[in-house]
């Protein structure tokens, strides 16, 4: 049997165990949130010996040559020493700028220890208490002084249990900073955009929409946001601010029981139209189904899912 080492604890593992879950089982402290490799909550180093990794394409190669894996995706094949993510020595001190409630949405704006390089999209994974949640940043790389973050405390859970407790100059820390599928192309100047977002599916979306209209976006832009009530259109406000000052710029505001009504009546402008959507999986694949129908060409729709959380202390 091979044997896993967590600093001066060292315990025998069955060959091929799941790396997270033989962590968990010992009584180490991992976070996790997603368990299929999206959330990258469960970082741990490789301080000696290699696990089977099964997706060794989701961190970087500068990630990987300092020996950091994702638990979740690895399996003990030899002895292994490992370190979990420490947010105290690994990560990015931040403090807690302001907080404001929209209904049951959290805005968090944060100010990193020191300025970090990020663009419209981007994720983040925050730290706070001991539990670890990958968010979108909903802030504007260059132009917003602060990292904004939406968290949606309409369910309970380990760390929105936490977030509803912050208070201005609070301390949290930021994990590993990350790409997501959601991004804005130069590319697409002259061509129609379609934001698509459920809940607060809305966070990326609003960073991109800023970062588009500041590329000067020359095409149509429709943004749609999809809510189980009229408080959920959270940045509603400010959206209808955004598109009086941009005429080419239309804001839809749908309830959840009105989704397949506003579906059915979206037809494409052009066969040129890139959509971009993210939310909940269930209304995401509903989005994505109607555009294909409608016609997209599928190299055209980018997607984020917001998996929900495994609920872990």
């Known amino acids: 049997m091979p044997e896993l080492r967590v600093g001066a604890r060292h315990w025998p593992v069955a060959t091929d165990s799941n790396l997270l879950d033989a962590l968990l089982a010992a009584g180490i402290s991992v976070p996790y949130s997603c368990r299929a490799g999206h959330c990258h909550a469960c970082l741990v180093r490789c301080l000696h010996g290699q696990p089977a990794d099964a997706r060794p394409d989701v961190l970087s190669t500068a990630q990987r040559a300092e020996g950091w894996r994702l638990a979740c995706q690895c399996r003990v094949i030899e002895d292994l020493h490992v370190a979990p ?8 001190p931040a403090q807690v700028a302001e907080v404001q409630w929209f209904g049951e949405v959290l805005r968090v704006r944060l100010l990193p220890e020191r300025p970090l390089r990020y663009q419209a999209g981007q994720h983040a994974v925050l730290w706070l208490q001991g539990v670890a949640r990958p968010y979108s940043l909903a802030s504007l790389p ?21 977030a509803r407790q912050l208070r201005c100059g609070d301390a949290i820390s930021l994990g590993e900073l990350r790409g997501g599928a959601l991004h804005y192309d130069p590319d697409w100047r002259d061509k129609p955009l379609w934001l698509l977002a459920a809940g607060t599916g809305l966070a990326p979306l609003w960073g991109i929409l ?8 020359a095409g149509p832009i429709r943004l749609l946001h999809v809510a189980h009530g009229a408080s959920g259109h959270y940045l509603a406000e400010a959206l209808n601010e955004l598109a009086r000052k941009h005429r080419s710029l239309r804001v839809e505001e749908v309830l959840a029981d009105e989704l397949q009504a506003a579906l059915a009546a979206l037809r494409l402008e052009s066969r040129q139209t890139v959509a971009l959507a993210c939310g909940a999986p269930a209304t995401v694949e509903q989005f994505a189904r109607r555009l294909f129908i409608a016609g997209l060409p599928r190299n ?8 929900p959380a495994e609920d872990t202390p």
């Open 142 to 162: 260059g132009e917003d002084r602060y990292l904004e973050f939406h968290i949606d405390c309409r369910r309970e859970g380990a760390f929105s249990a936490r």
């Open 300 to 307: 055209q729709l980018y997607t984020d899912v917001f998996t």
């Open 85 to 92: 993510f420490d947010p105290n020595g690994d990560g990015v």
């Open 210 to 217: 800023r970062e588009a209209l500041r590329q000067g976006h």
